[in-house]
Structure formats: C-alpha cells, structure tokens
C-alpha cells in the first residue's frame, strides 16, 4: 500500500510538477490574451494619429514613457512568442514534431527565438531612437 | 439519428456543427499573420519616436496602408477567435458566457474597424 501513494496522480495544478510542454501550452494562451490587449493599445495608437498632431504626440509619449516602454516590451516579448510557438502549432496541424524528443527541443527554440527576437527588435528600436 | 436528448436540444447544447469552420478559421488567419505581424514589427520599429507627419506620410505609401488594413483585420478576427476558446473554457455560467462571447465579438468588431478606418483617413484624408 506504500507504493500504491506514491503512484501519479491527475493534473492537480498545485502539486503537479510544472513541464516545459505545459507551462509553453499555458503561456501561448496567456500571451494570446495579453495581445488582444494589445490590440487595444494599436487601436489607441492609431486613432491618437487619425485624431491630430497634438493626440499623436501625446499618444508617442505616453507609449514612449517608462510605464508605456514596460508594456511595450511585455507585448513585444508576447508578440515573439505566439509567433513562435503559433508556428510550432501549425507544424503539430500538419502532424509534425509530437515525439518527446521534438517536443522539447521545439520548446526550447520557441524559448530561444522569442528572448533573442525580442532583444533584437528592442536593440533595433533604440538604434533608430537614437538616429532620429 | 439524433443522439442527442430531447432537454439537450432545448437547452441549445452540444455541437452546433461550427468547430471545423472555427479551426479552420484560427489557423488560416495565423498562416496571414506570419508575414504581416512581421511586417507590422519591422514598421513599428521604424516609426519609433515619429511625429505626426513623418507617420502620415509612412501610411500615404499604398503598401503601408494596404498592410495595415489587413494586419488589424485579420488581427481582431484571430484575437477574436482566441478568446472564444479561452472564455468557452473558464466560463460556465450560461447568462455570463453568451454575454463575455458577444462583448468579444463587438469589441473585435469595433478595434478592427477603428484601426481600419484611422489608417486609410491618415493615408487618404486631408
């Protein structure tokens, strides 16, 4: 009967040991979610520019301050990683890459490519900033 | 046959014959959204720091415009398409679920529409 506890047992989120498959599986929709928010914030964005100069120049320092700069990233980084594993998705359609060992280096280059993405188009950001 | 029970039909439960048509749909906007959000990145990085006229003449360019429209209006409809399933999966109450699904529905409707129209007025408007 001593075995018998240590036997797994279903998903239970507060005692399950999280995995790479799961925690990706659950950031691909928390990131959905957050770049429907975003979505809002390019609404806000564009109709600021159709509104007038003046909206629009509010609208650039509000996104260009540091709180507007903090979200911005957090998209940025959403944005990369949807895209990302969206694509791994779309190869899971097409019936590619469900062995364990694809799975996690797919994860892993999902993880990867999303971090350097992110970095590069903010290095990139600062570059014409700094041009401008 | 219908297997389906006779209090089931009434409630409007069980399979409304629309998730192929869902499916299909969430996965043709994200093959469209690989090169447009792409795009998108590329041309919001450009415009960092911007002011208005540099903006409108970036959207006078037909292409620009032309990606534009169709980034937010495949955008709002894959975003759209995502949050039917994430509400379908957490709410469960009949009354607040139809509410959050058609919210969604307005509110993609609404951005997509906003976005759309800001565009082609900054592009074509005086």
Known sequence: MATQQQRPLSPHLMIYRPQMTSVLSITHRFTGVALSFGALVLTYWLTSAAYGPEA??????????????????????????????????????AGWGFEMNRLRATGWLVVAASVLLTLASWLAAYAVAAGA | MDMRSPMGR??????????????????????????????FVF???????????????????????????????????????????????????????????????FLAALGAASCALAAIKLAYGS
């Open chain 1, 56 to 93: 629009f120049t509010r609208a650039q320092a509000v996104l260009g301050s540091w709180f507007g700069r903090l979200v911005l990233f957090a998209l940025t980084f959403s944005l990369f990683f949807h895209f990302c594993n969206g694509i791994r998705h779309l190869a899971w359609d």
């Open chain 2, 10 to 39: 009434v409630r409007g439960h069980g399979s409304a014959g629309e998730a192929t048509a869902h499916f299909w749909a969430q996965r043709m906007t994200s093959l469209a959204l690989i090169p447009l959000s792409l795009w």
């Open chain 2, 43 to 105: 041309a919001a990085v450009s415009l960092v720091g911007a002011d208005h006229a540099t903006f409108k003449a970036f959207l006078g360019h037909h292409g620009n415009v032309l990606l534009t429209v169709l980034f937010v209006l495949v955008l709002f409809r894959h975003a759209q398409l995502g949050l039917q399933v994430v509400i379908e999966d957490y709410v469960h109450a009949d009354g607040s679920k139809l509410a959050s699904l058609i919210a969604v529905k």
